[in-house]
């Protein structure tokens, strides 16, 4: 992991550092790499993985937003911290998809919390699946798995690039898969709560209703109380 805080307050970077060395020293871990810059543009020229950014707003030449915006487009796994004291900038961070939105002056136990989340987001889209075909293994983050759909006796893994024919059963993915991300809400369907975009009784919609999967009526409580406790874990 390598964590990136991009500030023109070296006073504020050098408080949110010490801040975040104490949050791993609690939790009992090893530090990551922390790497600080003082604007969008020094942040975008350096070439290395970025996982966790710490982004300010209102920085002299590149902003915030337009920064967060190519972060993104590089590596949309990126987990970003948007940190001001402005919230009037709070709807153009959300078009990005940032993290957490986080006031100065900064409150570390709130810190805390958010960091917590976004170690568990972190893990789960660092997982990698392998998918064995009958033309060979591919690798893809667990993140980009849509779903599993079993049809006419053949098991498709649906991913964000492509679909893949697999040769393990639907029931030996559901062994595979980690629980709190994934539910089989029918025999023919395990579904990523990730890419949920709404469900009803008897339907799950996902990818902005690109991809449909059948619930099954028995499960409906059942998924939708592990589908609310994913929420509230990544929110």
Known sequence: MRIAICDDDPLFTAQLLSYLKDFFKRKGLKCPEISTFNSGESLLKDSREKDIVFLDIEMPGLSGIATGTELKSQNKNTIIFVVTAYTEYLDDAMRFHVFRYLSKPLEKQRLFRNMKDALYVYCISSDKIAIETKQGTFTVPASDIIMIESLN???????????????SSITEWAQRLPENCFFQSHRSFIVNFEHVSDFDHTLIHLCSRQYSAYLTRRKYTSFKTAYLLYL???R
Not at 153 to 167: A, H, N, Q
């Open 232 to 234: 509230e874990s990544v």
């Open 153 to 167: 006796k053949k098991t498709f893994v649906r991913t964000l690039e492509r679909d893949y024919e697999s040769v």
